[in-house]
């Protein structure tokens, strides 16, 4: 779930995202992938046991990503109503 919150998170990431997001036509794999790139990014900047912890969070694929999406949005559509 850490991914999930972090995905949309990132120093420079406007920069990145912008013209990779425009070139990809703005498809939702290609804002995933270019957050999780952007993010892997920064993770080659800390230290050993934190780049490892970063790389892992930001490893998911994007398919992945949306069957944990897709759960977690049912599981607060079934509670709510």
Do not use: H
Not at 44 to 70: A, G, I, T, V, W
């Amino acid at each position: 779930m850490k991914l999930l919150s972090r995905i949309f998170t990132g120093p420079g990431i406007t920069v990145v995202l912008l013209p990779i997001s425009i070139l990809a036509g703005c498809s939702n794999q290609g804002m995933y992938d270019s957050i999780r790139y952007s993010n892997q990014v920064e993770c080659r900047k800390l230290p050993q046991p934190q780049y490892e912890e970063c790389m892992q969070q930001n490893s998911m694929e994007y398919d992945d990503y949306r069957r944990e999406r897709e759960k977690v949005l049912n599981e607060k559509t079934e509670s709510a109503g």
